[in-house]
């Protein structure tokens, strides 16, 4: 393909400026990360349905001249989950660890998808608001709050089969959100850390549970992205093979 894709350094002051040289320059379109994934959106024409209920955009398509916004990191962690696992969320009792910005993904991710999700966060507001956003958009669905202090009964009281790390726990310090002995033997573990192998996975693996890691969920919303704004399936081998080798 005649196309690039190029890493551009924006600063918040440049954002409108930035996302006004999308139409001009007429790219096919962008991603965005932190921070500029929630102050993006009143630069846009149209924002899809997802990216607006859980106010965060990753990626823009340019549609000669018209901007809208989606996001893909979400759905790229469900495909992480479908390809890796063979697992489809809907009616699964997910245990979500984290309220930042990667587990807000996640969360509407799998609320749209009809899970059941239980949440957890060490700071108790983030987390509550998080729920109450999720049941202000999915009044239908499962969605309940638990003390953090209260997370390793959880895995057992609450039945859970999908537990999923989105805290920064592990990616530098070897943390323990779990003890390997409240894991129990039917959970699917899930960490979206993608660098390293962290205390939790391991302590999984050694269980013999199914694990994934966060490398899925990166190349996932890569390709979701690319298939956007190219109309073509993306190679999904090749993307992992160059990440493994970075
Ligand atoms: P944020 O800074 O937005 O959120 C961090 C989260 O981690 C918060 O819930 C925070 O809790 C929690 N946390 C941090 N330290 C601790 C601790 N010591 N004990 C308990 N909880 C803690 O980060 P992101 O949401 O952007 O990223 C979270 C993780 O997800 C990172 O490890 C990142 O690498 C990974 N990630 C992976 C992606 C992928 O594609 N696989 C994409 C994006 C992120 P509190 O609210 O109490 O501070």
């Given amino acids: 393909m005649n196309t690039i894709y190029l890493a551009l350094e924006v600063t918040p002051e440049e954002l409108q400026g930035a996302i006004e040289a999308i139409r001009s320059l007429k790219f096919l379109g962008a991603n965005l990360t932190i921070p500029h994934k929630e102050k993006v959106i009143p630069f846009l024409d149209e924002v899809s349905s997802l990216a607006q209920k859980c106010g965060s955009v990753n990626t823009i398509i340019n549609h000669g001249g018209k901007l809208r916004g989606e996001t893909t990191d979400g759905p790229g962690f469900i495909r992480s989950l479908k390809e890796e696992v063979g697992i489809t969320p809907k009616g699964k009792r997910v245990f979500l660890i984290g309220a930042g910005g990667a587990a807000r993904a996640v969360a509407f991710a799998l609320a749209e998808a009809k899970a059941d999700i239980y949440l957890t966060n060490r700071t108790a507001k983030k987390g509550k608001k998080l729920v109450s956003d999720l049941k202000n958009f999915y009044p239908q669905n499962t969605v309940a709050y638990i003390p953090f202090s209260e997370k390793s009964d959880a895995l057992r009281?609450?039945?859970?089969?999908?537990?999923?790390?989105?805290?920064?726990?592990?990616?530098?310090?070897?943390?323990?959100?779990?003890?390997?002995?409240?894991?129990?033997?039917?959970?699917?573990?899930?960490?979206?850390?993608?660098?390293?192998?962290?205390?939790?996975?391991?302590?999984?693996?050694?269980l013999g549970l199914k694990t994934i890691n966060g490398l899925g969920m990166l190349v996932h919303q890569g390709a979701l992205s690319f298939q956007l704004w190219t109309g073509k399936t993306a190679p999904i081998k090749t993307m992992f093979a160059a990440i493994r080798e970075i």
Avoid: M
């Fill in 157 to 206: 009281r609450e039945k859970i089969d999908i537990l999923i790390n989105a805290t920064s726990v592990g990616l530098k310090t070897e943390e323990e959100l779990f003890r390997p002995e409240d894991l129990t033997g039917r959970l699917v573990v899930c960490d979206l850390i993608y660098n390293r192998k962290t205390l939790l996975l391991q302590s999984a693996q050694k």
